[in-house]
C-alpha cells in the first residue's frame, strides 16, 4: 500500500476501533501500532483531510481542544471522565428538551456532556472510598512503636 494511504487508513481505524472521540495525540499513540515512526503534523495533517473528506467530524467541548470521531452515528451525547479526561459516546438522550427553554422560545438542537468518571477510574474496592483517602492520618506526631 502507498505510504499515504496507509498512514491515513492508520489514523481512520484508530478513531473507529476506539469507538469514542480522539485527540490527535491519543489518535497518534493508535495509530503508531500500524505505523511506526507516525508523527503529529502526520496526524493532524490526515484528520484535516479526513474532516474534509467527510469521513471525521469534530468534537468540541467547552475549554477542550477538539477530538475527532467517525461521521455516520446517530444522534448521541459524551461523557468525559475527570480523572482520566478521555470522552466517551453516551448512546441515551432526555430527548425533547424544548420544556428547559424560557417560556416563547424554540429549541432546535441540543449539545450534552455528562461529566463524571469512567469505569476504568472508579474505585471498586470499598476501601478507596474518597473520605478516607482525603482523611489520611498524619503522622507529624507519632512516635515510633
Ligand atoms: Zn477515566
Ligand atoms: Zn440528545
Known amino acids: 500500500m502507498e505510504r499515504n494511504t496507509r498512514q491515513r487508513s492508520a489514523i481512520r481505524d484508530a478513531i473507529a476501533q476506539a469507538q469514542r472521540p480522539?485527540?490527535?495525540?491519543?489518535v497518534l499513540e493508535a495509530a503508531r501500532t500500524?505505523?511506526?515512526?507516525?508523527?503529529?503534523?502526520?496526524?493532524?495533517?490526515n484528520l484535516k483531510a479526513l474532516v474534509e473528506e467527510g469521513e471525521l467530524q469534530v468534537?468540541?467541548?467547552?475549554?477542550?481542544?477538539?477530538?475527532?470521531?467517525?461521521v455516520g452515528h446517530r444522534h448521541h451525547h459524551h461523557f468525559q471522565c475527570r480523572q482520566?479526561?478521555?470522552?466517551?459516546?453516551v448512546h441515551a438522550c432526555p430527548g425533547d428538551l424544548g420544556r428547559l427553554a424560557?417560556?416563547?422560545?424554540?429549541?432546535?438542537?441540543?449539545?450534552?456532556?455528562?461529566?463524571?468518571?469512567c469505569s476504568d477510574c472508579?474505585?471498586?474496592k470499598a476501601h478507596l472510598s474518597p473520605t478516607?483517602?482525603?482523611r489520611a492520618p498524619r503522622r507529624s506526631g507519632a512516635s515510633a512503636a
Not at 482520566?84 to 459516546?89: A, H, I, K
Request: with cysteine.
Open 34 to 45: 500500524e505505523v511506526p515512526g507516525l508523527g503529529i503534523a502526520t496526524v493532524y495533517r
Open 122 to 124: 472508579t474505585p471498586s
Open 132 to 134: 478516607e483517602t482525603t
Open 84 to 89: 482520566c479526561q478521555r470522552v466517551f459516546d
Open 22 to 26: 480522539l485527540l490527535p495525540q491519543e
Open 59 to 70: 468534537v468540541n467541548l467547552p475549554g477542550e481542544n477538539p477530538r475527532f470521531e467517525v
Open 102 to 117: 424560557p417560556q416563547g422560545f424554540t429549541v432546535e438542537d441540543h449539545d450534552l456532556t455528562l461529566y463524571g468518571r
